[in-house]
């Protein structure tokens, strides 16, 4: 999201476009007013409005300031951080994770999320993310699944005597075809190597607790933790 300088807010706060849509909306349909309503009154076309609703566009402070008269509210009362109802919550929180690397990596639809959206629905959809995170967590830090692989590691490194010829001819290869002599591999140098396989290197902030990276196959994208930015 851009920082609060190119929209509404402080410089020090980025707007969440998200919640602040799903607020607007739950504003609008509490006062019964339709998207055509709005538009008349703050002079801007419903399909950016729509837009708005949906998280996909920020609004500038003027806007932003219009929105909150159109609805009676105060401009801090539609960058609230809490959400105005359950369902708002709900699908703030699938709208998140459809956007996120690991919804992305699993190759699904993405989901429509609006009023026509059943709540039960929803309710599966997100409780489905949740365990599928779990899942993963649980994976990653569960201490009996890393002792077995560090063992089972450990035995073919012995029987190989530390050396993997066909590992370290590829990757020969790989390095001379990114101009790469010597020395330690810079960020550059690694999105070179990423590049070559046919992949892209995405910084995200938002991978699941544990998890420094996710590679999704089918279109060619490593996301890594922001923190292996500064690595």
Known sequence: MNSAGNGAGSEDTELDAIALGRRIRFLRKGKQ??????????DTAPSQLSLIENGKREPKLSLLKSLAGAMG???DDLLGTEPPSRRAALEIELERAQRGPLY????LPTVRVGTR????VLESLVGLQHELE???NEQAATPEEARRANTALRHEMRQRNNYYKDI??????VLSAVGHDSGPLSHHRAA???EHLGFSLRFVGNLPHSTRSVTDQKNKRIYLTQANRSE
């Open 33 to 42: 007013l339709t998207l055509d309503d709005v538009s008349a009154l703050v």
């Open 73 to 75: 509210v105060g401009v």
């Open 104 to 107: 992305e990596s699993l190759g």
């Open 117 to 120: 959206l059943p709540m039960d």
């Open 134 to 136: 779990r899942r993963l």
């Open 168 to 173: 370290e001819q590829e990757a020969a290869k």
């Open 192 to 194: 070179d190597i990423a």
